[in-house]
C-alpha cells in the first residue's frame, strides 16, 4: 500500500483520529490514535508508525527517548541518520555513519522544539527501494530536503497532537528504509 497522506486530528475533547489516505486505491482508513496508543505492543502509548522504502536491509532499533538531535549522512540518496534525546558533540547515535558519504548536516533542536512530521522521496537504486530524500519538521521550523528529490516516489507523514520520538528502519550501504514511533503530545 502506498501512502499519500497521514494526519491526526483534534476537535473539541473527541478522540484524536488517524486518517489514512491510499490515492491509488482510493481507500480511507481511520483510526483513533488513543486507542492505538492503548494497545501499543513496543512501550505503552507510543504508536509505531511506517515503513517507507525497501524491504532490504539490516533492521536498526528505536530508543524511544524523545529527538533533540538528528545527524543525516547524504548525497543523490541518503546515507544513514542518527539521532539523540541530547545534541551529541562527538555526533553519536542510533545508526553509525556509513562510508563514502560525502555530506552530512547536524540539526539540533531547541528545548521547547520537538519533532512532528516527517517526509520524503523513495527511489530505485542498484536494484533496492531506498530513502532518496528526507524532510524533517518540527513544531518550529522545517529542515531539508536532504538529498535528491527529483523522480523520485513520495511520502508524507504528517502529524497534529503528536510528536515523533524516534526513528528505526532498515540499513545497508544506503538507507533502505525509515519508520517513525509517535506519541500523543499534549499541546
Not at 38 to 61: L, Q
Request: include cysteine; charge should be negative.
Amino acid at each position: 500500500m502506498h501512502v499519500d497522506l497521514v494526519a491526526i486530528n483534534t476537535i473539541q475533547e473527541k478522540p484524536t483520529l488517524l486518517i489514512q489516505i491510499d490515492q491509488q486505491q482510493q481507500l480511507y482508513k481511520v483510526f483513533d490514535i488513543q486507542q492505538m496508543a492503548n494497545k501499543a505492543t513496543c512501550c505503552p502509548g507510543i504508536i509505531e508508525m511506517g515503513y517507507w522504502g525497501g524491504i532490504r536491509g539490516k533492521n536498526w532499533n528505536p530508543t524511544p527517548n524523545g529527538i533533540k538531535e538528528i545527524i543525516i549522512w547524504y548525497e543523490d540518496t541518503v546515507f544513514s541518520i542518527s539521532c539523540s534525546d541530547k545534541p551529541c558533540p562527538d555526533e553519536s547515535g542510533d545508526v553509525p555513519p556509513v562510508s563514502g558519504s560525502p555530506k552530512h548536516e547536524t540539526i539540533i533542536f531547541h528545548p521547547d522544539e520537538f519533532l512532528t512530521s516527517l517526509s520524503g522521496t523513495t527511489v530505485l537504486k542498484d536494484g533496492d527501494t531506498v530513502i532518496q530524500s528526507l524532510k524533517f519538521y518540527t513544531n518550529k521550523t522545517a529542515y531539508g530536503p536532504y538529498g535528491e528529490t527529483d523522480g523520485g516516489t513520495p511520502f508524507d507523514l504528517h502529524l497534529m497532537n503528536a510528536e515523533i520520538v524516534s526513528f528505526f528502519g532498515r540499513q545497508s550501504d544506503l538507507l533502505n528504509a525509515i519508520a517513525v514511533q509517535v506519541i500523543r503530545h499534549p499541546h
